[in-house]
């Protein structure tokens, strides 16, 4: 990651740092940082202390540790509110969670990754990894293929290098080549599967939410459990995910977008 921040000068390697602590989800002392960082002491420090100064990050007095600053979270309600979906989706998303039952997932694709933007628990809630604000893989997850499925195909080997193929669970696509199949597969039928590829016992069907021109731009889902649904019977559904899911679109045509991957 460091080489690519690097192309991009100061603010890219700023970024960099501010991932990093992100990263730990929890304060980080300097020293932590360091240890694994590529900079050197003198660098990384002056990096952290522009954040600070700048509000994107907050240093602990007494300790000295490193979290997120309150700047970070008028930016993020920024971006939610006129980057993403989660807007526009919210009636459709409230409608399906209750048609369903079931946990409902919209995502968008941000660097070749699953960011999910919304969600709505299940009647029974079910502890699983996804929330929204959230960066999941998006090689094991429905959402992720769904999305992947759908990308051009010029786009789509930049992204599938940004995947790392960890093996979650036995279920887990481990190589571009299984992961490229089954995307074929999805591109056909018009639906994606979770097969408990990402967590045990969690399974789901999702649909890309596309534009007229076929763009992609999100992806929604409805995830279940082995213990009380199936591949078929959340497959049974998809015809209305896909409904659902051309609504959210037709409503975002006049909004802007990042490019998906």
Not at 77 to 83: G, L, R, S, V
Not at 114 to 138: F, H, I, Q, T
């Amino acid at each position: 990651m460091a080489s690519g921040a690097g192309a991009d000068g100061t603010v890219g390697k700023a970024l960099e740092v501010l991932d990093r602590v992100a990263a730990h989800g929890r304060p980080v002392r300097f020293s932590d940082l360091l240890a694994e960082s590529a900079y050197p002491k003198a660098t990384l420090y002056r990096l952290l202390q522009t954040l600070v100064h700048q509000g994107l990050l907050t240093q602990d007095d007494a300790t000295g540790s490193y979290r997120p600053g309150l700047r970070l979270l008028r930016l993020a309600h920024a971006a939610w509110a006129t980057a993403s979906l989660a807007p526009i989706a919210r009636p459709w998303l409230d409608t399906l969670a209750m048609e369903t039952g079931e946990t409902v997932h919209l995502a968008q694709l941000d660097q070749g990754q699953v960011l999910y933007v919304d969600k709505r628990n299940a009647a029974r809630p079910v502890e699983m990894y996804s929330s929204a604000g959230k960066v999941g893989p998006a090689y094991c997850t429905g959402v992720g293929k769904a999305m992947l499925a759908f990308l051009p195909p010029a786009a789509l080997p930049g992204v599938l290098a940004r995947q790392s193929f960890h093996r979650f669970t036995p279920a887990t696509l481990d190589s571009a080549e299984k992961l490229t199949a089954e995307l074929a597969e999805i591109r056909t039928r018009g639906h994606a599967f979770d097969r408990e590829e990402h967590e045990p016992g969690i399974i789901c069907c999702a649909v890309p939410i596309l534009t007229r021109g076929g763009r992609v731009i999100g992806a929604l889902s409805v995830t279940s459990t082995t213990a009380r649904s199936t591949l078929e019977t959340l497959a049974a559904g998809a015809g209305r995910l896909r409904e659902v899911a051309a609504q959210i679109a037709a409503a975002a045509e006049d909004w802007q977008f990042p490019e998906a991957g």
